[in-house]
Structure formats: structure tokens, C-alpha cells
């Protein structure tokens, strides 16, 4: 088996996980048990009604990232676009598209786009979120952007967050203006997939117009939510 079919069958099996968490979150948060819910029956994760939609003022909050600076949104002198990325460091869809995503980061941040990532997993259950391996990321990946930890798992509640990884566009008012995942094909490790979803995005808001498109699909594993 070749690593591009092992890293295929991984993700489809994380995406079926993702599923059934999201058919159990479902089943669980219905005010209604005449009709259970199965994975087969949950609503496809692009067609739900996000509690944080496009259109609405971010949530404000501080984090704290690898270095111990706290970063603050919104802030006063802002940017035509801020990008919050939910991400862990064990998701392979997180890991898949982290080359492409890094890249749109080097590419827009000289042209005064903000970057913030976000990790908002349950260490305790989940080592491999833990603080200290985030560190380890940030350093072993020299990764672009500063990596937030949100410990309480309140900013990840506050935006509505479903998947790792789940990206938000702010426009310059810090509203919602755009969310989805960075492109269609996480389970593609070519040279072609570069992100063009975010990207194509991106181009519009720092242009000052709306995406065509304001909400695409996302995919990825459920976060690790704390008991």
C-alpha cells in the first residue's frame, strides 16, 4: 500500500469518527427522542446553521500563545483580514493541510493579514494537544503564526467551533465574513492543493469585496471537547 492510499484510508476514517461524534452531539442536544439520530441521518456539516454566522461581530477574548504573549481580538488598529485557525497537533487532517495553510500565512501576512491558530483540545485525554507539544510544534515546524492555547475551550465554544482544522476570515470591522476548511482535498498531499478555498477568499476581503462563496465545507476530527 502506497502512503498516499494509508494517508487516504486515515483520513476517512477520522472523517467517519467526525460523523458519528457530530450524529452523537446531535442525538444528545435534540429537545426531541422521537426520532434518533444516526450517523446516516445527521445533516451534512455544511448545511448546519452555525451559532456564530457569518454577518456577526467575533466573540472577544485572550489567549495566551507558546511564548506566553497574550493576543487579544478584536484590536484597536485592525487589520483588513484576521484568520483564527481551530487546529490541534495529532488530527491528520490538521496535519495534511498544515504545509498549505503555513504557506497562505507566509504569503498574506506581508500583505497585513492576521493569523492567529488555535488549540482548544482536551489534553488530559489527549496528549498529544498538550501545551508543552504545541511548544514543540511551533518550534519543530517554525511554524508562521502565533499558536493560541485555549485551555477552558470557551473561544472554541464562543465561535461555534466544529473540526480541527475549522478557519475563520474577520474583514476589517471583525465580523464574520467568511469559514470553512482551506480546500476540498485534505486526503491530496500534490503540489497542486495550495489552499485555494482560503485563499480565494482572502483575495476578495483584502480586496474589500465578499466571497463569492462565504461558507464551504469542512472535514476534519471532531474536537476533543473536555467531559
Known sequence: MSDGTRTRGRLDHNQELYQLSYAHRAATESS?????????????LDMRIMSFKIGDAVPPFTLPDTNGIEHSVPIDDAPDATVLILMCNH????QTWNAR?????????????????????????????????????VRDKDWPMPYLHDESQAVARALDGQVTPHIFILDKTHSLIWTGAPDGDPGNENEDQTAEWLREALESVTAGCRPAVEQRPLRGCSIKWKP
Do not use: K, T, W
Open 101 to 137: 495553510v503555513a504557506q497562505v500565512a507566509q504569503d498574506y501576512v506581508p500583505r497585513g493579514v492576521r493569523f492567529l491558530a488555535i488549540n482548544s483540545n482536551d489534553a488530559e485525554r489527549f496528549p498529544a494537544d498538550s501545551f508543552e507539544r504545541m511548544v514543540q510544534f
Open 32 to 44: 426531541s427522542a422521537s426520532a434518533p439520530v444516526s450517523a446516516q441521518s445527521a445533516r451534512p
Open 91 to 94: 488530527c491528520p487532517f490538521v
